[in-house]
Nanobody
Framework: VQLQTSGGGLVQPGGSLQLSCVVSGFTQGKYVVAWFRQAPGKEREGVACLQTTDGSAHYADSVKGRFTMSRDNGQNMVYLQMNNLEPEDTAVYYC?????????????????????WGQGTLVTVSS
């Protein structure tokens, strides 16, 4: 199983970026996916996740209304559209996945739930 993250970069405050994550290696079942981020000197925190019970997304309060998470199951792709970026959004962003399940699962921002992690991509918001 491999998660490949891309799309980070330098953006000015108020700008937008879209992160992508390719999930490969799962052959059956549905899997919860999430985006986490880790700013310098801070703990890794959950940003957004997609549950498999109803396909809905959940967001951290700090990004609600600005970030949108989506997935393309046909392409095994997961996206994080980030708008109106703020300097506080500067961090390394990681996509993460649970082990697939045939039962729908809700998603949570507890790191221990996620068995697979991408390598991270740096997002820097600065003028």
């Amino acid at each position: 199983v491999q998660l490949q993250t891309s799309g980070g970069g330098l953006v000015q405050p108020g700008g937008s970026l879209q992160l992508s994550c390719v999930v490969s290696g799962f052959t059956q079942g549905k899997y919860v996916v999430a985006w986490f981020r880790q700013a310098p000197g801070k703990e890794r925190e959950g940003v957004a996740c997609l549950q498999t019970t109803d396909g809905s997304a959940h967001y951290a309060d700090s990004v609600k209304g600005r970030f949108t998470m989506s997935r393309d199951n046909g392409q095994n792709m997961v996206y994080l559209q980030m708008n109106n970026l703020e300097p506080e959004d500067t961090a390394v962003y990681y996509c993460a996945s649970e082990v697939p399940s045939h039962q729908g699962r809700n998603c949570y921002f507890w790191r221990g739930n996620y068995d697979y992690w991408g390598q991270g991509t740096l997002v820097t918001v600065s003028s």
